[in-house]
């Protein structure tokens, strides 16, 4: 990973992720409120895919690393949104050019020729799809279902690719019949917020699921009314 970063919370009670990124590992923002996803850091679309933008260790011929696109960002979140930081092996996956080698009028864009802007927002638009399609009705699901299924997805839409692979050692495909990116796959994700409030809403919803519980007598419309009384 060459992105990270530290969740601080301002006088004003808001959120900021301040981070860093070196390299081509985005960090993002999933918004269960508006059910949206935003690229904190924007994407990094390549023109030379061997070249991250910037790399850690030996790089240089004196030892130095490659800072070339060393970048900061300071992103203001609500309580409650996901903070996601992913690599090629998950993002790049839902590339249209690079994971499937589609133009843009594959992707009923009005273009000859992919250009950065328009590359970087179809993936996010394709990331932002999926993961609409995972969260339940309210936009929300936990940070280890959703590092899941992301896992999940990447390894269903590389299967041929792999298996391919496995059976012809040494060639490589020359068309895009088997898809995917075969990349380092690596995700991580956390909820904004005080994580001993998460902790005791925790406690409440397991209270609520024990029969043995008073809590159990509660609807669970009222139980969510209490947790939100608590802690927003």
């Not at 993002?28 to 061997?50: A, N």
């Not at 490589?172 to 898809?179: I, L, N």
Request: proline residues 6%; aromatic residues 10%.
């Amino acid at each position: 990973m060459r992105s990270g970063g530290i969740l601080l919370e301002t006088s004003d009670l808001s959120f900021h992720f301040v981070c860093v990124r070196l390299g081509d590992v985005p960090a993002l923002c999933w918004s269960p409120s508006k059910k949206s996803l935003t690229y904190i850091t924007g994407e990094l679309v390549q023109i030379d895919h061997r070249d991250p933008g910037g790399r850690l260790g030996h790089y240089a011929n004196n030892g130095d690393p490659h800072l070339g696109n060393l970048s900061a960002f300071d992103y203001k979140c609500q309580y409650g949104d996901l903070i996601i930081l992913a690599s090629d092996g998950i993002v790049d996956n839902f590339n249209p050019k690079i994971a499937c080698g589609k133009s843009p009028k594959d992707c009923n864009i009005d273009a000859d020729e992919w250009t950065p802007e328009l590359l970087e927002e179809d993936t996010r638009r394709s990331l932002e799809t999926f993961l609409q399609s995972i969260c339940d009705s309210e936009g929300h699901i936990s940070p280890i279902d959703l590092v899941t299924a992301l896992s999940q997805h990447v390894m269903a839409f590389t299967k041929d690719m792999r298996e391919w692979l496995e059976n012809n050692p040494q060639t490589r495909p020359q068309s895009y019949e088997h898809p995917g990116k075969l990349d380092h796959a690596t995700c991580i994700c956390f909820k904004v917020g005080r994580w001993l409030e998460w902790k005791y809403q925790r406690i409440l919803w397991l209270g609520w699921q024990d029969p043995n519980c008073i809590l159990a007598k509660l609807p669970k419309d009222v139980l969510r009314q209490i947790i939100s009384a608590c802690f927003y």
